[in-house]
């Protein structure tokens, strides 16, 4: 390349990073070990990959099935343990030089704090409190579709979950009878049953945790539209849809994370105010925006502060395209061409091209 030099030439280089160690949640776990696992071997990196101590059976299929394919022994290698014991140990580890998680703030503030010890670097993938701004000039049908989707698809047990609706005050009590009769509509049951819509939430904590937020939210002066209470169909850890109407931002289910099955509403008047309802949250991961005026669309997708802006759309993913959020959202980005980049580092190479003998520099000329 180039430089300031008249005699030297410089080639940068990229090489591996190094050991990646890779940590995933229980949700989607293929998939999100699929964009660490993808990029990191492409750069030529050598992976260990934690499994959730909630779920690893996914992780250990997809071991044999990454022999079966033929990569060298060593290159992709699966673990099995809890955060205080193997997690620490394999985040801190002085081989390590890079470290992708996906997961919780308060997991990741653990990592960031063992990467003290090798100086890896670390990208962070972690929650949402993501807002789903419907403007009156919608497709009311279509928005309505993308909101149960949203946050009632997967149990709402997803880190994009559309959580917080903000509806404009005119169409507001139109547009909330239609997602009431649409989540009372959702047959929930055994996830292995092709009728069944919406599953269990993964564990009882999750289900404990959700139900004492709502009781809190319930209390502090929000309205119970549908749901709040456990289905009566039998074993296992399930919650009904439910949609609170909040009133307020200040309510413990329009700022925390709930990771289930928990619609939190809000009312605005203008543009001014969606937004600034938006952006009234630590996290900032995922949004979406139903309107039909493209000038409020761009103006939205432009000041809303989240890594990504579905507009009159929602959860839309691809690996060809980065993925990451601001603020409690996490560091980082993955997918997309770039994150390749992330699982390398730059080398130097410096060649001197004059044939003049460097000079003594101690004589004076």
């Given at each position: ?211 004492t937020i709502v009781a809190e939210s319930l209390a ?26 909040a009133g307020n931002s200040n309510l413990p289910c ?51 502060h989240a890594g990504v802006v579905w507009v009159n ?53």
């Amino acid at each position: 390349m180039p430089i300031d030099k008249a005699d030297l030439d410089v080639t940068i280089r990229r090489e591996p990073i190094g050991v990646v160690a890779a940590v995933v949640p229980w949700n989607s776990q293929l998939f999100l070990s699929a964009v660490k696992l993808g990029p990191a071997l492409a750069a030529g990196c050598t992976v260990v990959l934690k499994a959730s101590e909630d779920g690893p059976a996914p992780l250990l299929a997809f071991a044999e099935l990454a022999s079966e394919a033929g990569f060298p022994a060593g290159t992709v290698n699966i673990l099995t343990g809890f955060g205080q014991d193997c997690g620490r140990r394999l985040t801190s580890h002085p081989l390590v030089s890079r470290v992708a998680f996906t997961g919780g703030p308060s997991t990741a503030r653990a990592i960031v704090r063992n990467t003290a010890e090798n100086l890896a670097y670390t990208t962070l993938e972690l929650g949402g409190k993501s807002p789903v701004v419907v403007f009156a000039d919608a497709d009311l049908d279509s928005a309505a579709n993308a909101v149960v989707a949203g946050i009632f698809a997967a149990t709402g047990q997803s880190c994009v979950a559309g959580s917080r609706l903000l509806i404009e005050c005119s169409v507001r009590d139109e547009f909330l009878g239609r997602l009431k009769r649409k989540a009372e509509a959702i047959r929930i049951g055994d996830p292995q049953d092709p009728a069944t819509e919406m599953g269990p939430l993964a564990t009882q904590r999750q289900r404990d945790r959700i139900e004492t937020i709502v009781a809190e939210s319930l209390a502090a002066g929000g309205k119970l539209i549908t749901g709040g209470k456990r289905p009566d169909i039998g074993a296992g850890f399930y919650y009904a849809p439910t949609i609170v109407d909040a009133g307020n931002s200040n309510l413990p289910c329009v700022r925390e994370e709930l990771f289930g099955p928990v619609l939190s509403v809000l009312a605005f008047d203008t543009e001014a105010e969606a937004l600034a309802l938006a952006n009234d949250t630590p996290f900032g991961l995922a949004s979406g925006v139903f309107t039909s005026n493209l000038g409020k669309a761009h103006r939205m997708a432009r000041d809303i502060h989240a890594g990504v802006v579905w507009v009159n759309t929602y959860r839309a993913v691809s690996p060809l395209v980065p993925f990451g959020g601001y603020g409690l959202s996490g560091l980082g980005r993955e997918g997309g061409l770039d994150a390749i980049r992330d699982y390398t580092r730059s080398k130097s190479v410096w060649i001197k091209t004059s044939d003049e003998p460097i000079p003594d520099p101690f004589v004076m000329r």
